[in-house]
């Protein structure tokens, strides 16, 4: 696996989480309210559209609606390639992090 910057890794989860609503609006929204910090748009377009980009993603168009007018929504899904992403860190991490509260015991922080 090529390793993902952690915004990547973020946007990943966020559109895992969403399922079948995992759109730019919704995917910031979830993103500001887990990391209490605004995610602009530019900071969550850019990771995404590269993601869909690498085949991580697949998207699809959603139907307009009278509450957006004519504004199509573009809805994205994690490909087979983005959730065995998601499963390569999740086992990569729980690996880093293996005994990590045991072996803080006693250890002054830098």
Same mark, same amino acid.
Do not use: C, H
């Given at each position: ?28 929204? +979830?993103?500001? $309210?887990? %990391? @209490? ?5 530019? !900071?969550?377009?850019?990771? /995404?559209?590269?993601? #869909? ?24 899904? +994690?490909?087979? $390639?983005? %959730? @065995? ?5 999740? !086992?990569?991490?729980?690996? /880093?992090?293996?005994? #990590? ?10």
């Amino acid at each position: 696996m090529k390793f993902l910057t952690r915004q990547e890794e973020m946007i990943l989860l966020a559109v895992w989480q969403l399922g079948d609503n995992a759109y730019l609006v919704t995917i910031r929204q +979830l993103l500001s $309210r887990i %990391t @209490a910090k605004k995610w602009s748009m530019g !900071a969550a377009y850019v990771p /995404l559209n590269r993601l #869909f980009q690498k085949g991580y993603l697949q998207d699809r168009i959603g139907e307009p609606n009278a509450r957006r007018g004519r504004n199509k929504i573009k809805y994205y899904r +994690l490909t087979a $390639r983005g %959730t @065995a992403a998601l499963e390569e860190l999740s !086992a990569m991490n729980r690996a /880093l992090w293996q005994d #990590f509260p045991a072996a803080a015991e006693g250890k002054e922080s830098v």
